[in-house]
């Protein structure tokens, strides 16, 4: 600024010559700060004013402390070990079954959803007894997932974006505290005409649910947050057996694309009809005669389907989820448009980590632990700090998957 009421901005090394007598102030535009030029006052407005007259425009910290629903405050006391695996198994069978029985037709479902040993032995036993991640070797040796002769999940065509250049990533460990997984979640209204009601959402500390977050989740019910379940399996069509379905490829896309229009329609329903406030994808009816769809396909299916319909700003979509256990897949559930995760499945197959004497409870802490600063890590590649500005981000390349299912389920994705 000079004497004679001139603004230069000019780069790192400067554009024009300025005799030192006439400069009136000089400085940098710092990080996080910003510059005004009022033409109507005539005068420079400075980082602190400006933001001082919107933030005093409205009593917003009133409106957030009497309108918004912090989750953690609605938990209660914890549960010990032996009440967590009586809640997970009920949580399985309503019904009343046996425990035995429970355990006997879980276990099973783990094939259909992609466990396996190395991956139980060498990704998800370390997350439980140590509470990190397990280290590995730099770089990426694994053959492209549509390469491989054997079945990959939809998560494995999917790889991370990450800043190169202009956006230097973040270290999680020491900016911690710009780092943060708070976020809240469900009806968003206008964000630029700001009222009490506006302030009337969810906020959760993770992600990434336990069954305890996650029952609270849904009896937010009672507190105008009504939700709605959409069964992500499908039935097998009367007289054809599961394996003609699983061997004609033709005939199970052809299935699988009229339940995943059929799930979008039962969420524009609920809605529109019923006026609901989050949508859970759910995986609780896989069976032999029900076929599970990935968590991912109709996560991004849904997602992409309500912005077309100009309606996914009214709901928060929650997945209850056997098929996700890895980071990654935490991740690409995130990016797509997920607003938490509940995996079920995940938690009941911690009760067979052999060699650890750990309780349930503490393996379930120690797995949410590892999972949540593997979220953040992720964040930190591509130069993000806040979770509400990775979710629907899509930050992902794909090699492998056809043109069809990504203009259904991950539009814009390249």
Not at 9 to 34: F, I, N
Not at 338 to 349: G, K, M, N
Not at 382 to 406: E, N, R, W
Request: hydrophobic share 40%; glycine share 6%.
């Amino acid at each position: 600024m000079t004497k004679d009421q001139r603004l230069i901005l000019a780069s790192e090394v400067g554009v024009v010559d300025v005799p030192p007598s006439e400069v009136q102030w000089k400085g940098r535009l710092r990080p996080g700060k910003m510059l005004l030029v009022d033409f109507s006052e005539g005068r420079l407005i400075d980082d602190t004013e400006l933001k001082m007259r919107y933030a005093t425009q409205k009593p917003y910290a009133e409106y957030l402390i009497k309108h918004s629903l912090e989750l953690a405050a609605r938990l209660g006391p914890d549960m010990d070990e032996h009440q967590l695996v009586e809640e997970l198994l009920e949580e399985e069978a309503p019904d009343g079954e046996g425990h035995h029985e429970v355990m006997q037709r879980i276990f099973p479902l783990l094939k259909y959803f992609g466990y396996t040993v190395e991956k139980m032995e060498m990704l998800i036993s370390p997350m439980v007894k140590e509470g990190h991640e397990p280290l590995g070797s730099m770089g990426q040796d694994m053959p492209l997932a549509c390469l491989s002769r054997l079945p990959r999940m939809p998560f494995d065509f999917f790889s991370q974006l990450f800043a190169q250049a202009t956006n230097p990533p973040i270290d999680p460990i020491r900016e911690a505290s710009v780092m943060s997984l708070v976020c809240p979640i469900g009806p968003e209204l206008n964000l630029l005409e700001p009222t009490p009601e506006s302030c009337r959402r969810i906020f959760l500390d993770t992600p990434v649910l336990c069954s305890h977050r996650f029952r609270a989740l849904l009896e937010l019910e009672h507190s105008g947050f009504p939700h709605a379940v959409l069964d992500m399996t499908y039935c097998l069509q009367e007289g054809i057996s599961r394996k003609r379905v699983v061997e004609s490829i033709q005939g199970n896309c052809n299935m699988l694309q009229l339940r995943l229009d059929q799930i979008c329609k039962e969420a524009e329903a609920s809605i529109l009809g019923d006026r609901v406030s989050m949508l859970v994808l759910s995986h609780r009816r896989a069976s032999e005669e029900r076929l599970p769809i990935s968590s991912l396909l109709a996560v991004g299916a849904l997602h992409q389907r309500l912005i077309a319909a100009k309606l996914r700003t009214r709901v928060a979509i929650i997945v209850e989820g056997a098929d996700v256990f890895e980071v990654h897949q935490f991740c690409c559930l995130l990016g797509f448009g997920a607003d938490a995760i509940y995996p079920y499945l995940c938690y009941l197959s911690l009760l067979r980590i052999r060699g650890c004497n750990l309780q349930l409870d503490i393996r379930i802490s120690n797995f949410r632990h590892a999972t949540e600063f593997g979220i953040l890590k992720v964040m930190s590649k591509t130069g993000i700090s806040c979770l509400q500005s990775y979710k629907g981000a899509q930050l992902f390349q794909v090699v492998g998957l056809s043109k069809d299912v990504i203009a259904k389920c991950f539009a814009g994705c390249k």
